[in-house]
Each structure stands twice: as structure tokens, then as C-alpha cells.
């Protein structure tokens, strides 16, 4: 395997460090040409002083004088500003993308990194639910793979490896059910930040700890793996295992199904994904059998976590009507987490959103990024 350059939009956050870590690790195979984030400039500093990238952006320009005092003399370009995560990507030099950030945020530097045709490894799964039909067109039409780093969606993947003459009768994804699994919404109508940041098997950013916590998280990665596996609703089905340990399954039209399993740890993923179509050895901890002696499973509960329905009405709906989901989720998760709205009542602005944004059933780039900004104004107005 030859030597593969990397750029890493979101270095600093949960997946963005663990990558580095895989890519330490495996020093021989990577290089890091760019790294990139958004507030923590201390992190990207030090990041960047070790790792030696070409560039960095720190997409908050009033860190920009800290960030260039500190590289500029390591020979390191530095760039601010949202709008330099898109030029950064297009660099020759770049072989793969690793697209880390969180939320609607990804999907303009991840259109430019696919129209340079540089491969794509996603762990940026809003970029999809927003906009998957338009993103999977444009990655058909530059030949580039996008392979997955979310954990259920690398797990299908992976079931997939030597069987693209096989149709997938269906795929399982597997969710934890979260912290609040088994509660009511009695309990949940009271439930603070503190109880829903703390995940039972992973350990994660807030947005998707949170979004774990509602079930969103499922929701979007329902909606993710549509795109990224060419399937209907109807051939995707969500099973609670609280365990974590199967990452997700694939039914084949005899029937069959195969799973792909391991401890819970981010690493395995990005790490397949940066080094596909390799499996690179690696110092993991790895699974027993006998410290797990039940693998059990159990129906989601629609009617207490309603987004993970959202989010299968949006995926029959089409259109922009995800691109609305997601906007709005994010709008209602960081209003939860600064303690402005209950826990359910996210829901509740997602479902006005849904009712009260404008639909278009063909949308293309400029009404994604209208939807969005619409669905935001809205869902402001219901905190
Ligand atoms: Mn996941």
C-alpha cells in the first residue's frame, strides 16, 4: 500500500483525534497534509506542530492572529473562515478526505473534495441526510468512493466486501437504545444535559451523544445508510442491542445474514476506512465471548423516542424534507444543551419544522442551503 495523504476537516473533535491516532500509529501508510477546526486553537496548534500538515484553517477567524503566531513559523500555511475548508480540500497533494465535522457545516468542503476527486471517508453523516441524493450523484459522476466511518454503516460495508454480485435483501442497524433506554416520558420531560451526555458504550461528541440519547442519531443514520447503499426504507431495519457489539447486518435474498462485530471503539472504523481496501493490524483490545455471555435485542419504542419516526417519514417524504430534519435537530440540540429546551420538546420543534418549511420535492444545491437556512430561523422562533 502506498503512502496515502490526508486531510482531516474537524482534527480536534472525538473522531478527529482518534484518527490521529490511527494515523501515529500507522506512520508508514499516512501522511497528514491538512488539518482543520473550529474553536479549540490550542488543540490545532499542537496537532499541527506534531503532525507537520501543508495547511490549517481554524474556521473561527478571531483565533486566526494565535493560530498564524504559532504556525507561521513552522512553515505551516494558515487560513480562517469557513469558506477555506472548501479551497484546503482541492489541494493536489490530497489522496482522502477524512470529513469529521459536525452537522450541515460538512457539506460544502465535502461537495469540493468529491468535485477534485479525492476519496472520501465520512464520518460527517448530516452531509448525506441533508443532501444524499445530490452528494451520491456527484460521487458517481467523479468516480469517487465514499466510505463509511460511522460504525453500523462501516459494519455493512464490511458484510459487503465480495458480494457486489449479491442484492441486499435488507440491512439491521443496530442501536444501543442510549442512556434513556426503557424510560417513559414522564422521566424524560425532566431529564438535564448531564444524564444525556452520559452514553452507556460510547464515547462520543455532544451533538451525537445527545442525538444517541433521542434517537436521532438511528434517524439520521437510517437516512445516511439510504444513500450511501442505494436502498428503500422498506429494506431498513432499526433493533435495539444494548450492548453494542454487533455493529449492524446485512440479509441476503437467500436469507443469510452477516454481521460485523467488535468492542465498541471508534478506532476500527476510521481506521478501515482510512486504509481500505487494507485491513491494517492494530493493537486494539480485542472481543471475548465469554465476557459477553448474552447478545440480546429488542424493538425500538417509537411512540417515547418519535424522531427516529421523523426520520423515517422524511426518507418517504424525499426531497428537501431531511435537509428540514436535520437543520432543525441541530438548531434543537444545541438549544438543549444550553438548558433553553426540554428533552422533548426538541421533537416538538422538529415536527413544527416539518409541518411549516416550505417542501420542494426536486431540490437542488441553492434550495439546501435555503432550506437550512430557513428551517433555522423557524426552529429559533420556537425556543
Ligand atoms: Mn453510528
Excluded at 28 to 38: C, G, K, P, R
Excluded at 220 to 233: P, Q, R, S
Excluded at 244 to 267: N, R, W, Y
Amino acid at each position: 500500500m502506498s503512502k496515502k495523504n490526508i486531510a482531516i476537516l474537524g482534527s480536534t473533535g472525538s473522531i478527529g483525534t482518534q484518527a490521529l491516532e490511527v494515523i501515529e500509529a500507522n506512520s508508514d501508510l499516512f501522511q497528514v497534509e491538512v488539518l482543520t477546526a473550529q474553536n479549540n486553537a490550542d488543540l490545532l496548534i499542537e496537532q499541527a506542530a506534531k503532525f507537520q500538515p501543508n495547511a490549517v484553517v481554524i474556521t473561527n477567524e478571531a483565533l486566526y492572529d494565535k493560530v498564524f503566531a504559532a504556525l507561521d513559523p513552522l512553515n505551516i500555511k494558515v487560513y480562517a473562515g469557513e469558506k477555506a475548508l472548501g479551497g484546503v480540500v482541492e489541494s493536489d497533494s490530497i489522496h482522502l478526505v477524512l470529513t469529521a465535522l459536525v452537522g450541515y457545516v460538512g457539506l460544502l468542503p465535502t461537495i469540493r473534495a468529491i468535485k477534485a476527486k479525492k476519496q472520501i471517508a465520512l464520518a460527517n453523516k448530516e452531509t448525506l441526510v441533508v443532501a444524499g441524493e445530490l452528494i451520491t450523484q456527484i460521487a458517481l459522476e467523479n468516480r469517487v468512493d465514499i466510505l463509511p466511518v460511522d460504525s453500523e454503516h462501516s459494519a455493512i460495508f464490511q458484510c459487503l466486501v465480495g458480494e457486489d454480485i449479491n442484492p441486499i435483501e435488507k440491512i439491521i442497524l443496530t442501536a444501543s437504545g442510549g442512556p434513556f433506554r426503557g424510560k417513559d416520558l414522564d422521566f424524560l420531560k425532566t431529564v438535564k444535559k448531564e444524564q444525556a451526555l452520559k452514553h452507556p458504550n460510547w464515547d462520543m461528541g455532544a451533538k451525537i451523544t445527545i442525538d444517541s440519547a433521542s434517537l436521532m442519531n438511528k434517524g439520521l443514520e437510517v437516512i445516511e445508510a439510504k444513500w450511501l447503499f442505494d436502498l428503500k426504507a422498506e429494506q431498513i431495519d432499526v433493533i435495539v442491542h444494548p450492548q453494542s457489539i454487533i455493529h449492524s447486518m446485512v440479509q441476503f435474498e437467500d436469507g443469510s445474514i452477516k454481521a460485523q462485530m467488535g468492542l465498541p471503539d471508534m478506532k476500527l472504523p476510521i481506521q478501515y476506512a482510512l486504509g481500505f481496501p487494507h485491513r491494517l493490524k492494530s493493537d486494539f483490545p480485542r472481543f471475548n465471548f465469554t465476557d459477553y455471555p448474552s447478545l440480546t435485542f429488542e424493538k425500538p419504542d417509537l411512540d417515547t423516542f418519535r424522531n427516529l419516526g421523523f426520520a423515517f417519514e422524511a426518507l418517504a417524504k424525499g426531497g428537501n424534507m431531511a435537509c428540514i430534519v436535520n437543520a432543525a435537530n441541530e438548531i434543537a440540540v444545541d438549544a438543549f444543551l444550553k438548558d433553553q429546551v426540554g428533552f422533548l420538546e426538541m421533537s416538538d420543534i422538529i415536527e413544527k419544522c416539518m409541518n411549516t418549511v416550505s417542501f420542494i420535492q426536486k431540490p437542488v444545491l441553492e434550495d439546501y442551503v435555503q432550506t437550512d437556512a430557513e428551517t433555522r430561523k423557524l426552529a429559533n422562533q420556537y425556543i
